[in-house]
């Protein structure tokens, strides 16, 4: 089922025509014809792809982490602000609800507007007009930004709540990510008191995996058939994609492209929203690296999903993130240079590597070296051994190398870009709200 995802080599100048295949990967696939990202046809289908903690700069030093441009970059089309109802800095959990539903709601709350009113999200408004639905995630399937699109709970922190609802009440036809242990009851070692949510899931038709290797197995689900899919690879949140390959997890475009795969057999379409949860958690650690490899895992699942944009003629595809992690900055506080690029060699988060020195710290230079190929000097090994927290010190001493620089250990303020590629793509140009995303992708649907 699942197939090498190669990155499609993008012209500068294909930002208002769309984007085009070269012609031998043309050939290959038989694209014909070419779909125009701006053209006025109807929507059938919407796949909603969130970056958490990604911002404008992020995409900066992603492109200069790469070496090119990413798939996305042809296909800017605005900026919008984040802000809750109750804060300037949002939380995933209001500016989920904002992205899903168009309303402001206060930090911490899903689905649910300040008044304690429950709200339609875009998903929902989706399956009322026939169509199918997705989830997909490298957090817990049960984390804020998924939840916002499906569930409705007073805090983000009763993901047992929002498993239980996914289940019993919502009817999103496909599940993806991690987070095993909030469908299980105690018992068996989950979170849920009595629940046994993986049970009643298969009861109600769904088909189950809780790997890579078993998903591949169950092959083609056709939700046109009534089929369904849970697919739960990790007790808790995925791992991060320096550590995948070392686990039986599939990747976030393998589990993109079979959610595609399964939801594109509904002929009245479908709506799947796919988030890439822990470039903002690499952006609360100002792991550098951490968040350039797990963008990189981002742009692969971008990547099937303009692919399959491209053949189907019917599908907008937006980029968004929810919101900015970190302040990142293009050049730091010691550097003006610009030099992401390092970081490709790098193998392990700074976390992994704080685990693996000893006591006294006297082997910082080797572990570095070894998960980095960074030699650090005299003054940067004293740094880290001398750092009451040697996770945050080598994260900083790396960013420093890379030319990047962080404001702070959390969400910040900053307007984050749009991206979009499809039929009526060109109404996401321009500065918006958080809050005007669903409203225009029901517009493009035709969605009450």
Known sequence: MFKKVGLIALSTGLVLSGVGLSNADAAKKDVTPKVKQNWNGPVENVIYMIPDGFGAN???????????????????????????????ITDSAAAGT???????????????DTAGNEVKTILE?????????????????????????????EHRSNETEIARQYIQESGVDVILGGGKNYFLPSSEGGKQTELNLIDEAQEKGFEFAETRAQLEEIGNVNVEKGEKLLGLFADDALAPEFDRVETEEPSLAEMTETAIDALSQDKD???????????????????????????????????????????D?????????????????????????????????????????????NEDRLNVKEVVQQYTGIDLTVDEVKTIQQAENAKLAINKVL?????????????????????????????FVGFHDNTDLPKIIADAMKLK
């Not at 996305?72 to 089309?77: R, T």
């Open 399 to 427: 960013s420093e190398r890379a030319g990047i620089g962080w404001t702070r250990y959390g969400h910040s303020a900053a307007p984050v870009p749009v991206f979009a590629f499809g039929p009526q793509s060109d109404k």
């Open 269 to 311: 379409g479908f709506f799947l929203m796919v988030e890439g949860s822990q470039i903002d958690w690499a952006g609360e650690e100002n792991d550098a690296a951490y968040a350039m490899h797990d963008t990189k895992a981002f742009e692969e699942a971008v990547q099937e999903a303009i692919e399959f944009a491209q053949q």
């Open 313 to 357: 003629g019917k599908t907008l595809v937006i980029i968004a993130g929810d919101h900015e992690t970190g302040g990142m900055s293009v050049g730091s506080a010691t550097s003006s240079n610009a030099a992401a690029e390092i970081l490709k060699n790098v193998t392990a988060t700074g976390g992994f590597m704080a685990e693996q020195l």
């Open 98 to 112: 904002a992205m899903a539903a168009g309303v402001k709601t206060n930090n911490g709350v899903i689905g649910f």
């Open 58 to 88: 992020h995409a900066a030093n992603y492109r200069i982490f790469k070496g090119e441009e990413a798939v996305w970059d042809s296909h800017i089309k605005g900026m919008y602000t984040t802000y809750s109802a109750n804060a300037d």
């Open 125 to 153: 408004a989706s399956e009322e007009a026939g169509k199918s639905s997705g989830l997909v995630a490298t957090s817990t399937i049960t984390h804020a930004t998924p939840a916002s699109f499906a569930s409705h709970v």
